[in-house]
């Protein structure tokens, strides 16, 4: 059986960033688990601040670096977003008990893998890299089971040329 295809997305700008998680946040249902990888200044955040956007959120949306975990309640589906930077193990994630608001949320995990695949049988993993000397960056969207692919399709059917931003 082939592998089925992984979308990889040029995002010109960091707005184009955002723009991607505002549309991702229009097929995210309660139970989502996403998993943001990439170094440093990939722009893991601004695609949360979209997602965060994209659910209707209030407030601002920041990196929880030093908190670990954020949870934004009062859009159409709360947010737990999560900085697994620091973390250094898997018992450290437990100690968060991130599986108790799972159910109920969208759960935006940055730097989480290899250390929050356990909280969900599915799941979205996407993969954003900088390119060198500019603010041009390319997300590869990683469908882990469950109807995730199905969803991936419907996001790369509603991609108009000249929608958005966001081109393949």
Same mark, same amino acid.
């Given at each position: ?13 960091? +707005?184009? #960033? ?6 991702? *946040?229009? %097929?995210? $249902? ?8 990439? &170094? ?16 209707? @959120? &209030?407030? $601002? @949306?920041?990196? &929880? #670096?030093?908190?670990?975990? !954020?949870?934004?309640?009062?859009? !159409?589906? &709360? %947010? ?9 193990? /898997?018992?450290? @994630?437990?100690?968060?008990? /991130?599986?108790? =608001? /799972? ?5 935006? @995990?940055?730097?989480?893998?290899? %250390? ?5 049988? #599915? ?6 890299? $900088?390119?060198? =000397? ?5 997300? $590869? %969207? ?6 995730? *692919?199905? !969803?991936?399709? *419907?996001?790369?059917?509603? =991609? +108009? ?5 966001? #081109?393949?």
């Amino acid at each position: 059986m082939a592998e089925p295809s992984v979308p990889v997305l040029s995002l010109p700008t960091p +707005q184009a #960033t955002r723009a991607l998680g505002e549309r991702l *946040a229009a %097929l995210l $249902r309660p139970g989502d688990l996403l998993v943001l990888a990439g &170094p440093l200044g990939a722009g893991k955040t601004a695609l949360a601040q979209g997602i965060g956007a994209g659910l209707e @959120v &209030p407030g $601002r @949306v920041v990196s &929880p #670096t030093f908190v670990i975990a !954020r949870v934004h309640r009062g859009g !159409r589906i &709360p %947010l737990v977003h999560v900085d697994a930077y620091r973390l250094q193990s /898997l018992a450290e @994630v437990d100690d968060l008990d /991130l599986d108790v =608001d /799972l159910a109920d949320s969208v759960t935006v @995990v940055e730097w989480g893998a290899g %250390l929050v695949e356990q909280l969900a049988e #599915t799941r979205l993993r996407i993969e954003i890299e $900088r390119l060198p =000397d500019s603010d041009h960056r390319q997300a $590869r %969207l990683v469908a882990e089971g469950g109807d995730w *692919a199905d !969803r991936l399709a *419907a996001l790369d059917q509603a =991609d +108009q040329p000249g929608a958005d931003p966001v #081109t393949h």
